[in-house]
């Protein structure tokens, strides 16, 4: 039957091309034309814009600049790229010897925009000397040793039960475990370093001499940070990506070893859904992260340790949880593995009328996103029913 194939990957192209019994290196040469790219660039100087344009045309793509380029009225403009992989790579080299109109700086955007589709999982995290190998979507579980969380909050709060909790997480499936001692949702009673250091430190020694599972810290505070990563654990999860205290760059200079998580949000926990508003969601997250990447290499915080998150529900409104969740693959231009953390948030009772823990079919298709967008890590509060997920998903994907 004639038809119109569901090509979404490099992969999906290859296997077709193999069932038509297509010769080896026919594969190898005809796979990238199989996947139809439209690449955004932004603030391009107008003899850049108008040299990109007529280098696509030449091969047989296209590029989209605004009103005012051609006839050189616009000093900058956006601009789209349309045609497909294979395109994209030929663009390339077209541009090697190209110097002027920060065309270098461009190219380079294109070679990091080719290798996220042709190496969707590559990356692999250095846990304080844990190797965790990203080449599929895995598992953050969640474990608040807090009063007041917005969903767990009370259960984990006795050390003995969060230690049991993880350890049936880590049963399930999880891959690391995200232990946070103070609540982030609005109105949550602050907790200073002290409280919060009681709070963790116990559960973070005793699962570590027990397992040898990553172990992610969620604080903003240097001090509780420090005292985490020397009782074992091995990721540093920061939720102001940095900003609320200066300390924290020192502590992940002392801890060379150690991946740290940054995530964006608008204003603080106290203030963040006090009328937030963006005009472009994407665009603003993408500029922000890339400021803080360059802040920690910067300061010697190398690439390869940096993680992002685009903070569902931290300073968005409705609509912007759900163009995250739509285009949450326009973040992987950063190079840098993702975190998704959607489990039981509001925008998912916003879909249909749930309390917190009625939310896992919302939890679900979010992970769906994710799975077909090839994000690195998802955290959640539900692992074995994200863990069946996956595997299902995985399965379809096999075929």
């Known amino acids: 039957m004639n038809r119109i194939l569901t090509i979404n990957s490099l992969q999906d192209a290859k296997k077709e091309l193999e069932k038509i019994n297509v010769s080896t290196q026919g594969i190898q040469v005809m796979a990238p034309k199989a996947l139809g790219l439209s690449i955004k660039l932004t603030d391009v100087k107008l003899g850049a814009a108008n040299i990109l344009k007529q280098e696509m045309l030449s091969i047989g793509g296209d590029a989209a600049v605004a009103r005012g380029v051609v006839n050189g009225k616009l000093e900058f403009s956006d601009m789209i790229l349309l045609g497909n992989l294979d395109k994209i790579k030929k663009l390339v080299k077209k541009l090697n010897y190209q110097t002027i109109f920060g065309l270098p700086e461009i190219k380079q955007d294109l070679i990091n925009i080719i290798d996220s589709q042709e190496n969707p999982y590559s990356k692999v995290l250095n846990c304080n000397g844990t190797r965790l190998e990203l080449n599929e979507t895995k598992i953050m579980g969640i474990l608040n040793v807090t009063p007041d969380s917005f969903s767990d909050g009370n259960l984990y709060f006795d050390s003995s039960k969060a230690v049991k909790r993880a350890l049936e997480m880590i049963a399930e499936g999880a891959d690391i475990i995200d232990i946070g001692g103070e609540s982030t949702r609005p109105g949550a009673q602050k907790v200073n370093a002290e409280t919060e250091i009681e709070r963790v430190i116990p559960i973070i020694k005793k699962l570590r001499k027990i397992s ?182 995985k399965e379809i994907r096999k075929v």
């Open 212 to 393: 040898d599972i990553p172990i992610s810290i969620d604080t903003t505070k240097a001090e509780v940070a420090k005292e985490a990563l020397k009782a074992g654990a091995s990721i540093l999860n920061d939720i102001s990506a940095l900003q609320f205290d200066a300390g924290m760059i020192k502590v992940l200079q002392n801890f060379s070893e150690v991946p740290v998580v940054l995530m964006h949000m608008q204003g603080t926990p106290d203030t963040m859904q006090d009328d937030p508003y963006y005009e472009d969601v994407i665009e603003e997250i993408l500029l922000f992260f890339k400021e803080r990447i360059n802040f920690c290499v910067g300061n010697e915080i190398l690439h390869d340790r940096i993680i992002i998150d685009s903070g569902i529900g931290f300073g968005k409104r409705q609509e912007d949880n759900l163009v995250i969740l739509k285009k949450i693959a326009e973040l992987k231009c950063l190079g840098v593995p993702i975190i998704l953390g959607a489990s039981r948030k509001s925008f998912i009772g916003n879909i249909y009328d749930s309390e917190i823990t009625e939310r896992l079919a919302g939890n679900l298709a979010s992970t769906a996103f994710a799975f077909q967008n090839n994000i690195e890590i998802i955290r959640v509060h539900d692992v074995i029913e994200q863990k069946n997920f996956l595997n299902v998903m």
